[in-house]
C-alpha cells in the first residue's frame, strides 16, 4: 500500500519504513519555532526539571510577533523573557524588533523553511509552512518543552483528506476564497485530527504567498497539518532563499485517503465567512452589505506583500469611507520594507488607512485594532470566533485582502469586482513578480 | 505519581453549544500572563462570565462537540485546571486541546452524546475503569471512550515531561 507525504515524512523522521494512520511516532525535528506567548511557559517547565540547555540551538528560529513592540508591561515582561532566553542558549536565529515578523511568515520568507522538514510551533497556525511540503503542525507549550529538550515529539500518524482543486482563479477570487469555501464545506472540525492534503492545477494559478493562506488555515477545519506538493513554483521560491539541502517527498498514486473532495475553483466567487465560525462562509452576492466599523488586513494568513499589493490595487484613489476605519498590519518588517518601497503605504495612508509594524495584533485581540462591543469588522485574518478579536459582543467577518480593500472604501461588505479591473491583472502582476512571466504562461 | 482514581464524583457545569474554542476558554487579552492562578480568574469568562464564580474543586465541565478548538495556547487547560475543574466530557476535542490536555495530566473525557443527558449541578461520578459515566442526581448511566493506552500513560506519570523523564531517564541536562 502507498503512503501519503506525510506519511513518508513522518516515516523518514521516526526511522520506519512505513508508518500507518493512528499509529503514534516519536519523530526527530527539523524546526521549531518560537514566540513570546508559548515559550516562556516552556522555559519555565523545563527549569522547574532542571534542563537548562536546548537540544540543538541551530534548530530553533526565534521572533517576538504576538504583542510586539510590547502592548503593556507584562507582555513587555514575556517578549523579555524570549529574549534572554535565547541569548542564553545561543540560538542565532532570532529576529528582534525592527526585522521581527509573526512567525509562520517570517520563517519561510527567510529561508528556514525546507521541503520535507517536520516543524513545530507553540501556536496553531503552524500548518502555514506545510504549503513548502513539510509536515507542520502547531502544539502547546509542553510539547514545545519536550520538543526544545530532545528535538523529538509524540505524534499520531494523521489520515489524510486530498483535496483535488482545479482550474484558474475566476476574476476577484484569491486563494483565502478557495479556503473560505472548503471550510464552509467541511466544517470547522470537518478535518480534525487530519492532515489536509492539496493538488490539482489550481496550484499552478497559485503563488507560495497565495498557497501559504491555503495551508494557514488548516486549523480552522480542525486539521493537524495543511500540505501541498513541492513544484517548480516552491522550488524558486525555497532556492531563491536558500541554499540548503532538502528531501522531496510525494504521496504514492495508491496512498490511501479518508476522504477526497473535487473542488472547481474556476466556479468560486469571492467568500464571506460570517461570524461567528469560520465555516459560516458564503458567496458574496449572498452576504447582505453589513456596515463595517473596522477593516483588518494582516495577519499570517493574510499580510504578506501579494495580499497587500493586491489591497492597494484595490484601493488606489479611493478614501476609506466615513465611519469606517481601516487598519494595515504587513505580516513581516520585509513585507513592511517592500510595501514602502513599492509605494503601497502612499496607497494606504491617502486612502486614510493606519499602518502598523508587522505583528500577530488584533488578530487575535491582543492589540492594534481590538473591537468593543456591538462593533462590526472585516478581517483579512482566520477565525472570527466569538470574542477572537476583542469584545465578546462584537462581530467579525473573514474574507480576502481584495474583499476588504473593498469594504474600506464603500464602509459595508462589498464585492471586489466593484473595483478590480475586469481582467485578472493582479493575478498576473503577483506571478510575474513571484517567478516570470514565462513561467506563468508556462503555468496557463 | 500515584495511579488515576479509579472513581471521581463532581458537580457538572454543561455548556451544549459545539465548537467552544480557546478564545472563549481564556481570551487572549489574558496571554500576557501564564501562571495558572491569575488564568483560573478568567476561565470561560467569554462564554460564562459566572462560570468561576460557581466552579468547586473537582467539578467536571461537560460540552458538545470539538471542545477547546483554535488556538493551541495551553492556557485554557491551564485555566480549566487552575479553576479546579477535575475533567473536561465532551462529545468530541480539538486535536491540540485534548493534546494539552493529556500532555498536562488533565483528564478528557469523549463521552458522544452525555451533554444531551446533564443539567448542570448534577452530581457525576465517573467510573474509569469501567469506563461508564454515572449521573447520580438522575439515575442515568453511560459509557465512553476509554482512554488510549498511550493517554492513559501520560496521565498516569503526571504529564508528558514526567512521562519523558520516566520513558527515557532523566532527559539530558
Same mark, same amino acid.
Given at each position: 500500500?502507498?503512503?501519503?507525504?506525510?506519511?513518508?515524512?513522518?516515516?523518514?523522521?521516526?526511522?520506519?519504513?512505513?508508518?500507518?494512520?493512528?499509529?503514534?511516532?516519536?519523530?526527530?525535528?527539523?524546526?521549531? &519555532?518560537? $514566540?513570546?506567548?508559548?515559550? +516562556?511557559?516552556?522555559?519555565?517547565?523545563?527549569?522547574?526539571?532542571?534542563?537548562?540547555?536546548?537540544?540543538?540551538? *541551530?534548530?530553533?528560529?526565534?521572533?517576538?510577533?504576538?504583542?510586539?513592540?510590547?502592548?503593556?508591561?507584562? *507582555?513587555?515582561?514575556?517578549?523579555?523573557?524570549?529574549?534572554? !532566553?535565547?541569548?542564553?542558549?545561543?540560538?542565532?536565529?532570532?529576529?528582534?524588533?525592527?526585522?521581527?515578523?509573526?512567525?509562520?511568515?517570517?520563517?519561510?520568507?527567510?529561508? $528556514?523553511?525546507?521541503?520535507?522538514?517536520?516543524?513545530?510551533?507553540? #501556536?496553531?497556525?503552524?500548518?502555514?509552512?506545510?504549503?513548502?511540503?513539510?509536515?507542520?503542525?502547531?502544539?502547546?507549550?509542553? #510539547?514545545?518543552?519536550?520538543?526544545?529538550?530532545?528535538?523529538?515529539? !509524540?505524534?499520531?500518524?494523521?489520515?489524510?483528506?486530498?483535496?483535488?482543486?482545479?482550474?484558474?482563479?475566476? $476574476?476577484?477570487?484569491?486563494?483565502?476564497? %478557495?479556503?473560505?469555501?472548503?471550510?464552509?464545506?467541511?466544517?470547522? #472540525?470537518?478535518?480534525?485530527?487530519?492532515?489536509?492534503?492539496?493538488?490539482?492545477?489550481?496550484?499552478?494559478?497559485?503563488?507560495?504567498?497565495?498557497?501559504?493562506?491555503?495551508?494557514?488555515?488548516?486549523?480552522?477545519?480542525?486539521?493537524?497539518?495543511?500540505?501541498?506538493?513541492?513544484?517548480?513554483?516552491?522550488?524558486?521560491?525555497?532556492?531563491?532563499?536558500?541554499?540548503? =539541502?532538502?528531501?522531496?517527498?510525494?504521496?504514492?498514486?495508491?496512498?490511501?485517503?479518508?476522504?477526497?473532495?473535487?473542488?472547481? &475553483?474556476?466556479?468560486?466567487?469571492?467568500?464571506?465567512?460570517?461570524?461567528?465560525?469560520?465555516?459560516?462562509?458564503?458567496?458574496?452576492?449572498?452576504?447582505?452589505?453589513?456596515?463595517?466599523?473596522?477593516?483588518?488586513?494582516?495577519?499570517?494568513?493574510?499580510?504578506?506583500?501579494?495580499?497587500?499589493?493586491?489591497?492597494?490595487?484595490?484601493?488606489?484613489?479611493?478614501?476609506?469611507?466615513?465611519?469606517?476605519?481601516?487598519?494595515?498590519?504587513?505580516?513581516?518588517?520585509?513585507?513592511?520594507?517592500?510595501?514602502?518601497?513599492?509605494?503601497?503605504?502612499?496607497?494606504?495612508?491617502?486612502?486614510?488607512?493606519?499602518?502598523?509594524?508587522?505583528?500577530?495584533?488584533?488578530?487575535?485581540?491582543?492589540?492594534?485594532?481590538?473591537?468593543?462591543?456591538?462593533?462590526?469588522?472585516?478581517?483579512?485574518?482566520?477565525?472570527?470566533?466569538?470574542?477572537?478579536?476583542?469584545?465578546?459582543?462584537?462581530?467579525?467577518?473573514? /474574507?480576502? =485582502?481584495?474583499?476588504?480593500? /473593498?469594504?474600506?472604501?464603500?464602509?459595508?461588505?462589498?464585492?471586489?469586482?466593484?473595483?478590480?479591473?475586469?481582467?485578472?491583472?493582479?493575478?498576473?502582476?503577483?506571478?510575474? *513578480?513571484?517567478?516570470?512571466?514565462?513561467?506563468?504562461?508556462?503555468?496557463? | 505519581?500515584?495511579?488515576? +482514581?479509579?472513581?471521581?464524583?463532581?458537580?457538572?457545569?454543561?455548556?451544549?453549544?459545539?465548537?467552544?474554542?480557546?478564545?472563549? %476558554?481564556?481570551?487572549?487579552?489574558?496571554?500576557?500572563?501564564?501562571?495558572? /492562578?491569575?488564568?483560573?480568574?478568567?476561565?470561560?469568562?467569554?462564554?460564562?462570565?459566572?462560570?468561576?464564580?460557581?466552579?468547586? =474543586?473537582?467539578?467536571?465541565?461537560?460540552? @458538545?462537540? #470539538?471542545?477547546?478548538?483554535?488556538?493551541?495556547?495551553?492556557?485554557?487547560? !491551564?485555566?480549566?485546571?487552575?479553576? @479546579?475543574?477535575?475533567?473536561?466530557?465532551?462529545?468530541?476535542?480539538?486535536?491540540?486541546?485534548?493534546?494539552?490536555?493529556?500532555?498536562?495530566?488533565?483528564? &478528557?473525557?469523549?463521552?458522544?452524546?452525555?451533554?444531551?443527558?446533564?443539567?448542570?449541578?448534577?452530581?457525576?461520578?465517573?467510573?474509569?475503569?469501567?469506563?461508564?459515566?454515572?449521573?447520580?442526581?438522575?439515575?442515568?448511566?453511560?459509557?465512553?471512550?476509554?482512554?488510549?493506552?498511550?493517554?492513559?500513560?501520560?496521565?498516569?506519570?503526571?504529564?508528558?515531561? =514526567?512521562?519523558?523523564?520516566?520513558? $527515557? @531517564?532523566?532527559?539530558?541536562?
Amino acid at each position: 500500500m502507498g503512503m501519503t507525504i506525510t506519511e513518508k515524512i513522518l516515516a523518514a523522521h521516526s526511522k520506519r519504513e512505513c508508518v500507518v494512520p493512528g499509529e503514534i511516532v516519536n519523530a526527530k525535528l527539523d524546526l521549531i &519555532v518560537c $514566540h513570546e506567548v508559548t515559550t +516562556p511557559p516552556a522555559v519555565q517547565m523545563l527549569r522547574k526539571l532542571g534542563i537548562n540547555k536546548v537540544f540543538d540551538p *541551530s534548530k530553533i528560529l526565534v521572533t517576538p510577533d504576538h504583542f510586539v513592540p510590547n502592548k503593556d508591561i507584562k *507582555s513587555a515582561e514575556l517578549a523579555k523573557q524570549l529574549r534572554q !532566553w535565547r541569548e542564553e542558549q545561543g540560538i542565532t536565529r532570532y529576529y528582534e524588533v525592527g526585522n521581527h515578523g509573526i512567525c509562520h511568515a517570517i520563517a519561510p520568507e527567510q529561508g $528556514h523553511v525546507l521541503p520535507g522538514m517536520t516543524i513545530i510551533c507553540g #501556536d496553531s497556525h503552524t500548518t502555514t509552512m506545510g504549503a513548502l511540503g513539510t509536515f507542520a503542525t502547531g502544539v502547546g507549550s509542553t #510539547d514545545l518543552a519536550a520538543a526544545l529538550a530532545t528535538g523529538e515529539l !509524540w505524534f499520531k500518524v494523521p489520515e489524510s483528506i486530498l483535496f483535488e482543486l482545479n482550474g484558474p482563479l475566476p $476574476h476577484g477570487v484569491y486563494s483565502k476564497d %478557495i479556503i473560505l469555501y472548503i471550510i464552509s464545506k467541511i466544517g470547522v #472540525d470537518g478535518a480534525r485530527y487530519k492532515a489536509m492534503e492539496y493538488r490539482g492545477s489550481s496550484l499552478r494559478y497559485l503563488t507560495m504567498e497565495a498557497r501559504f493562506t491555503i495551508t494557514n488555515m488548516a486549523i480552522e477545519a480542525g486539521g493537524k497539518s495543511g500540505i501541498m506538493p513541492v513544484d517548480e513554483i516552491a522550488m524558486n521560491y525555497v532556492h531563491a532563499r536558500t541554499s540548503e =539541502p532538502y528531501e522531496l517527498y510525494y504521496s504514492d498514486d495508491d496512498a490511501e485517503y479518508a476522504e477526497r473532495f473535487t473542488i472547481d &475553483v474556476s466556479s468560486l466567487e469571492p467568500m464571506v465567512a460570517l461570524p461567528s465560525l469560520p465555516s459560516n462562509g458564503r458567496f458574496i452576492g449572498e452576504v447582505p452589505r453589513v456596515k463595517i466599523d473596522q477593516v483588518y488586513i494582516g495577519s499570517c494568513t493574510n499580510g504578506r506583500i501579494e495580499d497587500l499589493r493586491i489591497a492597494a490595487s484595490v484601493m488606489k484613489g479611493h478614501k476609506v469611507a466615513k465611519g469606517t476605519r481601516a487598519i494595515v498590519v504587513p505580516a513581516t518588517t520585509e513585507v513592511w520594507k517592500t510595501a514602502m518601497r513599492e509605494g503601497l503605504f502612499d496607497i494606504f495612508s491617502e486612502a486614510g488607512c493606519v499602518i502598523s509594524t508587522a505583528t500577530c495584533g488584533a488578530c487575535l485581540g491582543g492589540y492594534m485594532g481590538v473591537l468593543g462591543a456591538e462593533e462590526t469588522c472585516l478581517s483579512t485574518t482566520n477565525r472570527n470566533f466569538v470574542g477572537r478579536m476583542g469584545d465578546p459582543r462584537a462581530k467579525v467577518y473573514l /474574507a480576502s =485582502p481584495a474583499t476588504a480593500a /473593498a469594504t474600506a472604501i464603500t464602509g459595508t461588505i462589498t464585492d471586489p469586482r466593484e473595483f478590480l479591473k475586469p481582467e485578472s491583472q493582479h493575478l498576473l502582476a503577483a506571478a510575474e *513578480s513571484a517567478y516570470g512571466q514565462d513561467d506563468y504562461l508556462w503555468g496557463v | 505519581m500515584p495511579e488515576l +482514581p479509579t472513581k471521581l464524583k463532581g458537580y457538572a457545569h454543561v455548556y451544549e453549544r459545539a465548537h467552544i474554542n480557546t478564545d472563549e %476558554i481564556i481570551p487572549a487579552r489574558y496571554l500576557n500572563v501564564h501562571e495558572e /492562578a491569575e488564568l483560573a480568574k478568567h476561565a470561560m469568562e467569554d462564554i460564562d462570565v459566572d462560570f468561576v464564580k460557581r466552579v468547586q =474543586p473537582g467539578d467536571f465541565v461537560i460540552a @458538545g462537540d #470539538d471542545f477547546g478548538c483554535g488556538s493551541s495556547r495551553e492556557h485554557a487547560v !491551564w485555566a480549566l485546571r487552575g479553576a @479546579g475543574v477535575r475533567a473536561v466530557i465532551a462529545n468530541s476535542f480539538a486535536r491540540i486541546f485534548f493534546r494539552n490536555a493529556i500532555n498536562n495530566g488533565f483528564l &478528557v473525557i469523549e463521552c458522544p452524546g452525555a451533554v444531551q443527558s446533564i443539567n448542570t449541578g448534577d452530581e457525576l461520578e465517573i467510573d474509569l475503569a469501567a469506563g461508564r459515566l454515572r449521573n447520580l442526581t438522575k439515575g442515568t448511566e453511560s459509557s465512553f471512550v476509554p482512554l488510549s493506552d498511550f493517554a492513559r500513560e501520560l496521565i498516569t506519570a503526571g504529564g508528558l515531561l =514526567p512521562y519523558i523523564q520516566k520513558a $527515557h @531517564g532523566a532527559v539530558e541536562s
